[in-house]
């Protein structure tokens, strides 16, 4: 029909719609893929410089699956969410053994790869097949909620199968690579979370929740629950030869994977942390300098984090066999998979204020 909602939108996104990011260039399902699990949590501006840098050094799957994990971590060092690019190398190294390097076309083998969920399925194969696969980001759950005035969060079951029917039904047979595009575009350009632009909006004849004039009532918010505050205190610890003290933090939970500074308890005092660093590290250390304290906020809890440099003065080598540890100069830690909060206080230590 061709006053429908697919036809709607789609004469919309032919004017006003993005066509020309990166990932639209070379639209197969590796660009297609990384650019979706990159886009999740994190808005296109941000990730564009990222996908651009990304692409040149794994350029397809097997670069991506061959690569030392240190090297993708630290290309996604900034984004945020790191477990994202974990499961990103081990999907690609499933595609490479299971697949031949291709990926699959079906919804249920695409879902069988790590941290690929069903609307990152239907993107990559609406986007690079041009199969019709319904998609459902953060984007177009508002769109929907909006269009057919669903209440609730859509974290809950129930509101969430309501929004993924309205998805199936609206997207169409025809063009469902511009549809998807386009639909996404719309939640992200015109149906914004705070200031919507219902004027500009072509499905504004029918929204449910304009004709109300509720728009932003629409999709429910999520229930709010105080963070917990969590505190640490993270060493700089240097030797005589300039180098810094880094430790690979486990690999699952915040900054699984990464490179990061060591970590002393809370509860030990400022006079402490000489004695704390002999125990735990084994290594003598001069008195500390402490450096003006932040915090940094996750996603479920605030942490504040108070640094401290201090000077090692014997027992070095001590942590010269142990895989986790590592003695590096600040460049060679800044070629790291690093937390973005540890990576200002290794690049702007000039900054930083010594109370």
Same mark, same amino acid.
């Given at each position: 029909m061709p006053d429908s909602f &697919?036809? *709607?939108l789609l004469h919309w996104y032919d004017s006003h719609g993005r066509h020309d990011l990166p990932w639209h260039h070379n639209r197969d399902a590796y660009r297609v893929w990384v650019s979706e699990i990159m886009l999740q949590q994190t808005q296109v501006i941000t990730v564009i410089p990222y996908f651009e840098a990304f692409m040149e050094r794994f350029p397809d799957v097997h670069a991506l699956a061959e690569a030392p994990v240190d090297d993708?971590?630290? #290309?996604w060092s900034g984004l945020g969410y790191y477990a994202r690019a974990r499961n990103l190398q081990k999907a690609a190294q499933t595609v490479v053994r299971d697949f031949d390097g291709e990926f699959p076309q079906t919804r249920e083998e695409l879902e069988s790869l790590t941290g690929i969920g069903r609307s990152t399925a239907a993107a990559i194969l609406a986007q690079a097949f041009g199969i019709r696969a319904a998609i459902l980001d953060g984007n177009v759950k508002r769109v929907l909620a909006r269009y057919h005035a669903i209440p609730g969060w859509p974290g809950q079951t129930a509101v969430l199968n309501q929004l993924w029917q309205r998805a199936e039904e609206?997207?169409?047979e025809h063009r469902v690579r511009d549809y998807t595009q386009g639909i996404m575009d719309l939640g992200a350009i015109v149906c914004t979370r705070s200031r919507p632009a219902c004027d500009s909006c072509p499905l504004q $004849? %029918?929204? *449910? &929740?304009?004709?109300? %004039? $509720?728009? @932003? !009532?629409y999709p429910g918010s999520k229930p709010k629950k105080a963070k917990p505050e969590k505190t640490t205190w993270m060493v700089i610890l240097e030797d005589r030869e300039g180098r810094i003290l880094l430790e690979r933090r486990p690999p699952s939970g915040i900054w699984g994977g990464l490179w990061s500074l060591p970590e002393l308890d809370p509860a030990y005092g400022v006079d402490e942390l000489q004695e704390a660093c002999e125990q735990s590290l084994g290594l003598d250390c001069a008195e500390p300098e402490l450096i003006s304290g932040f915090r940094h906020t996750f996603s479920h809890y605030h942490l504040h984090i108070q640094p401290a440099r201090l000077s090692v003065t014997g027992g070095a080598n001590t942590v010269a066999d142990k895989d986790h540890l +590592?003695? !590096?100069? +600040? #460049? $060679? &830690? @800044?070629n790291l998979g690093l937390p973005a909060p540890i990576r200002s206080l290794l690049t702007e230590p000039e900054q930083a204020v010594l109370l």
């Open positions: &697919a036809e *709607k993708v971590l630290s #290309h609206h997207t169409p $004849e %029918g929204c *449910k &929740a304009y004709a109300q %004039g $509720e728009t @932003l !009532l +590592r003695w !590096l100069h +600040r #460049h $060679e &830690a @800044l």
